[in-house]
């Protein structure tokens, strides 16, 4: 399954709102999509689990939404410490695989 | 708090063999199966294999079918990933990480380097 992330690179400031989008080449069934949030010189942090699940930790401001092939990652309210590359994830099938990722950064 | 280990990283040459360990501890290890993942100088997150907690379903992505071997000790919390014919394209920062459907842990890795 390939994923594709759109956009590349997401100029913004704090407080504003962010939304990522993630595709996928085929249905991923069973809500088996995740979301990792990496920030330069560390390792990746699992953020959002079965499409719409936070896990331990992160802020409610995070959401995940979509079904199928669509896939969103919305951040309400950017705060200084989420700009940082995001990778959505598939694990419905095996070979497991990566978006190829978005840069949310400082704008 | 769960903690992950790799070691064995290094510089080879093409062609060339290394042997990843990945040391695991805070949770009942062998309960779990352990994914490993890796990430070339400045790109993405690639998937590389899988081991279950039985050690009997292993998965690999396709480029290196053939070529890594993930094997795991019980007794020693330790999940090893033998990689042969090495190529000048596996070269990556190798992460070993706890399955918790999906990967809820990793580890800080281990670098890879496979020269021409």
């Known amino acids: 399954i390939v994923l594709t992330q759109s956009p590349g690179t997401l100029s913004l400031s704090p407080g504003q709102r962010a939304t990522l989008s993630c595709r996928a080449s085929q249905n991923i069934y069973s809500s088996y999509l995740a979301w990792y949030q990496q920030k330069p010189g560390q390792t990746p942090r699992l953020v959002i689990y079965?499409?719409?699940s936070r896990a331990t930790g992160v802020p409610d401001r995070f959401t995940g939404r979509g079904s199928g092939t669509d896939f969103t990652l919305t951040i309400s309210r950017l705060e200084p410490e989420d700009f940082a590359v995001y990778y959505c994830q598939q694990y419905m099938t095996y070979p497991w695989t990566f978006g190829q990722g978005t840069k949310v950064e400082i704008k | 708090q769960v903690h992950l280990v790799e070691s064995g990283g290094g510089v080879v040459q093409s062609g060339g063999s290394l042997r990843l360990s990945c040391v695991a501890s805070g949770f009942p290890f062998s309960a779990y199966g352990i994914h490993w993942v890796r990430q070339a100088p400045g790109k993405g997150l690639e998937w590389v294999a899988f081991?279950?907690?039985?050690?009997?379903?292993?998965y690999y992505l396709d480029s290196v079918k053939g070529r890594f071997t993930l094997s795991r000790d019980d007794s020693k919390n330790t999940v090893y990933l033998q990689m042969d014919r090495l190529r000048t394209e596996d070269t990556a920062l190798y992460y070993c990480a706890k399955d918790g459907n999906p990967i809820d842990s990793w580890g800080q890795g281990t670098l890879v380097a496979v020269s021409s």
């Open positions: 081991i279950n907690y039985a050690g009997i379903n292993k």
């Open positions: 079965g499409v719409s």
